[in-house]
């Protein structure tokens, strides 16, 4: 293990994210609302740890291995998440104690979406955009915008790659050069987050709205800048910019890449992760809205079918958007759209769960296996598209979906132990693990109520959520330790 190398690194990745405190500082100023000095003393902070881990080790040069990039990824984002809660411990105007502070950390970058606080419009306007910056970053992975910037600095970037990117065939690129790749993949990202915030100022926001709630709708995380979330601007129209834009980040950008880089939409047609994710989708509007509509929970079709389709894609795809209490709709549906959200989107969005292409590839399988009944001597592959996927694939896929029933169960144990109800620990951990954040019971609002060893439970599973379980998990084994 080269720890020097991992320490250099790590420090410079601190001093990088330190940046990152300066534009909500400037929004201080710009509102007068307070909050900028935090802001400010946070940013010199972090800078000075970042220089004092990396400025023993500036002379170290090694190349990463693959051990370096997992122990790396999961430092940093451990250490990230930390750095996070400065600003919302030192801010006056927002007294938080180190527990709530790293929950709502952690909530941003994970892009979870479960807060802690209530009165959120009355919060000065550098925290609010703060938050909403914190899912931004976290939407993509602030590893990755390191990955197009270290290769600058000699430094390779695969191994942090390849541990950061979500999904099952990690191993693929967009470009031959992995910064390439992680460029390609921003340049993505910031077209799509410009695009969202003119169009919902279009709609009727303002500036700061807009661009706010950009930032969480293309990172599909759900904080917001109003304790009523979306449904503050009781607008069709808004909802159906933040849908759309939903469903777009909630596919793979390779797919993006490659439909703009082919200039054909058909990019999209022919993959088959795409189809199953709209054909989920469609499926779970068409089931909330019939509900609904058959129980006459609201006055007209078409209010009906706005709730039922922002609510459904909002759940779904991870976000946690609200404009409605989905927790009393009626019968299944809570439940329904709770599970629906351990399915998530595509593998390489920003998207929460376990990825549309990993039930797909269980679902193949055990169609497989089905056949296999039927006709023991037949030979049967797994096909995504016109591929046929190897064995190691198709094992590792079912390795982390057992790691992933693993690690909920014990979580969801852990939370029964702190005295919640059955529902209320349920509900946390679905949420928090799959990065969708509204919970139904006593967190279906906030998390305000739970207790703080609750509370920290919570902060691991997201982290294992955001890291997808096996960039976590293989830090216990003891053959990673072994030199």
């Not at 914190?134 to 993509?140: D, E, K, N, P, Y």
């Not at 470009?175 to 390609?184: C, E, L, S, V, W």
Request: hydrophobic share 55%; glycine share 10%.
């Amino acid at each position: 293990m080269r720890y020097r190398g991992i320490l250099r690194i790590l420090g410079l990745l601190i001093c990088l994210f330190s940046l990152t405190l300066l534009p909500p500082a400037v929004v201080a100023v710009i509102y007068e609302d307070g909050g900028g000095l935090a802001f400010l003393f946070s940013f010199i902070l972090s800078l000075a740890v970042g220089f004092i881990v990396w400025y023993p080790q500036r002379s170290y040069r090694a190349d990463l291995k693959a051990r370096d990039g997992f122990l790396l990824t999961v430092l940093f984002w451990t250490v990230l998440g930390a750095v996070g809660m400065l600003p919302l411990i030192f801010t006056q105007e927002l007294p938080l104690s180190i527990t709530d502070a790293a929950f709502e950390s952690f909530s941003g970058l994970t892009t979870t979406g479960a807060t802690i606080l209530t009165g959120i419009e009355t919060l000065p306007h550098s925290i609010l955009f703060y938050r909403q910056q914190l899912q931004w970053l976290g939407g993509m992975g602030i590893i990755v915008l390191a990955v197009a910037i270290l290769p600058m600095l000699g430094i390779g970037g695969m191994q942090l790659y390849r541990a950061e990117m979500p999904g099952p065939l990690k191993d693929s690129k967009m470009t031959p050069r992995i910064a390439d790749t992680a460029k390609h993949l921003w340049y993505i990202y910031a077209f799509l987050t410009i695009a969202c915030a003119v169009a919902y100022k279009l709609a009727g926001m303002n500036w700061f709205d807009a661009i706010a709630h950009s930032f969480s709708t293309v990172a599909i995380g759900g904080f917001s800048t109003y304790d009523a979330s979306m449904g503050a601007f009781d607008s069709a129209t808004i909802n159906g910019i933040c849908v759309f834009f939903l469903l777009i980040s909630g596919i793979n950008f390779a797919v993006h890449y490659a439909a703009v880089t082919g200039r054909s939409l058909f990019s999209y047609m022919r993959d088959p992760e795409c189809r199953a994710f709209f054909t989920l989708q469609a499926a779970l509007i068409l089931i909330v809205f019939l509900t609904v509509l058959g129980h006459g929970l609201y006055d007209d079709v078409g209010t009906a079918f706005d709730q039922a389709l922002f609510q459904a894609v909002s759940i779904s795809t991870t976000a946690g958007f609200a404009t409605a209490d989905f927790s009393a709709w009626p019968l299944f549906l809570p439940i329904l759209l709770l599970f629906a959200s351990f399915i998530g989107g595509s593998a390489g969005s920003t998207a929460g769960g376990l990825k549309v292409v990993r039930v797909l590839l269980l679902f193949r399988q055990g169609v497989r296996e089905l056949n296999r009944l039927v006709h023991p001597r037949a030979v049967y592959s797994v096909k995504l598209g016109d591929r046929a996927l190897s064995s190691r694939v198709v094992e590792a896929v079912w390795g982390f979906f057992s790691a992933y029933a693993l690690v909920f169960i014990v979580i969801m144990l852990g939370l029964l132990a702190t005295g919640l109800d059955d529902l209320t620990a349920f509900s946390a951990t679905a949420a928090c693990l799959n990065n969708l954040g509204p919970g139904l019971g006593a967190v279906a609002a906030n998390y305000a109520s739970i207790s703080d060893t609750a509370k920290w439970l919570l902060v691991l599973a997201m982290l294992f959520g955001r890291l997808e379980v096996f960039t976590l998990l293989v830090l216990l084994t003891p053959a990673f330790w072994r030199s």
